[in-house]
């Protein structure tokens, strides 16, 4: 899932959401980014991924609209404050939110997405792309010359060893397909890039102004591949739109909401060190709901990564 999106402007003040206990949004954030997956997996049973995020983005700029004119229109307790909506102030930092967006939302989600639907489970997915701090600890030390402690090497080693046991034994038993896998590479890469380009030429944005900023671009993207290769076919049904519900309110907008005010708090490495629990909230809801249980070599495969992701996120004491 997705890190809020940020431009070169005044970020606004904390929503009245900010007095929640932090204990309670990192939970929040954990358990909807694990369940996000399931969500995915359900929906792609009606529709193809293209097609399913052209639909969610269409969905999600609806709400991101409503939530506006709420903000809006909202009789003001007193003037200014969080209610006002902070837009780029210039074409550039207009670019800046889209291009991340399109890294973050298009690349990494129709990558992930592509991967379930070639039959990768949601658990080894969600495992695949909890990898995103081993992937953006070498590029920072490869490309931005940032310094890795001995314990973050041994979690980069760890994180790594765990992902090739996992994916060995997968493609061993036939479990797993290299389309899959290349399209889970694809979303991990999309995601990795997108949010250091994101923390790089956008590191302040209001919310509500780059969701539907995001929303809009990824759309313009997906949607004409939709139509090309997938036809633009749906089969309607009470659970693909129980999906989209989900995915966007809950995952797209306050789960995104949640980890925004953690960084307000300063509790951001709180919030995306716990990423490594997503892969077992995943496999946990997909046992519940589906009835699949990883085998012993897969486990210990993602408890190996979920420790080489733990030392790699760990900050430095």
């Known amino acids: 899932m997705t890190q809020p999106s940020a431009t070169p402007s005044t970020a606004p003040s904390p929503p009245p959401s900010a007095g929640l ?19 995915t997996k ?12 052209s639909l969610r983005y269409v969905f999600g700029m609806a709400c991101v609209a409503l939530w506006m004119a709420w903000v809006v229109y909202r009789p003001r307790p007193q003037a200014g404050g969080w209610r006002s909506i902070v837009w780029p102030t210039t074409p550039m930092a207009w670019l800046h939110v889209a291009v991340a967006g399109l890294g973050v939302h298009a690349v990494n989600l129709g990558g992930s997405h ?14 695949l792309l909890a990898t995103q701090p081993l992937l953006t600890a070498l590029i920072a030390k490869g490309f931005m010359h940032e310094q890795l ?51 790089r030429f956008a590191p302040q944005v209001d919310l509500r102004a780059s969701s539907m900023i995001q929303f809009a671009a990824s759309l313009i993207v997906l949607a004409p591949l939709a139509l090309h290769f997938e036809g633009f076919a749906v089969r309607w049904s009470w659970p693909l739109v129980g999906a989209i519900v989900f995915l ?5 907008i306050l789960a ?19 990423i490594y629990l997503t892969p077992v909230v995943a ?34 004491r």
């Open 149 to 199: 402690r001995r314990d973050q090497w041994i979690g980069v080693v760890l994180g790594l060893a765990g992902v090739v046991l996992v994916v060995w034994h997968k493609l061993d038993a036939r479990t797993m397909s290299l389309p899959a896998l290349a399209a889970a590479s694809v979303g991990l890469l999309g995601i990795t890039l997108g949010a250091l380009y994101q923390k």
């Open 21 to 39: 206990p932090s204990a309670l949004l990192v939970w929040y954030f954990v358990l909807v980014w694990g369940a996000g997956f399931l969500a």
């Open 114 to 127: 592509y991967s379930q639907y070639f039959g990768l489970s949601a658990g080894i997915t969600a495992l």
């Open 42 to 53: 359900i929906a792609l049973q009606y529709t193809a991924p293209f097609t399913f995020l």
């Open 256 to 274: 995104v909401n949640a980890l925004y005010i953690l960084m307000r708090r300063g509790q951001a490495t709180r919030a995306t060190s716990m």
């Open 283 to 316: 496999v946990l809801a997909e046992w519940a709901l589906f009835g699949l249980l990883p085998s012993g070599l897969s486990v210990l495969g993602m408890a190996i990564t979920c420790a080489g992701v733990a030392l790699v996120a760990r900050p430095a």
């Open 248 to 252: 966007v309110i809950g995952a797209s």
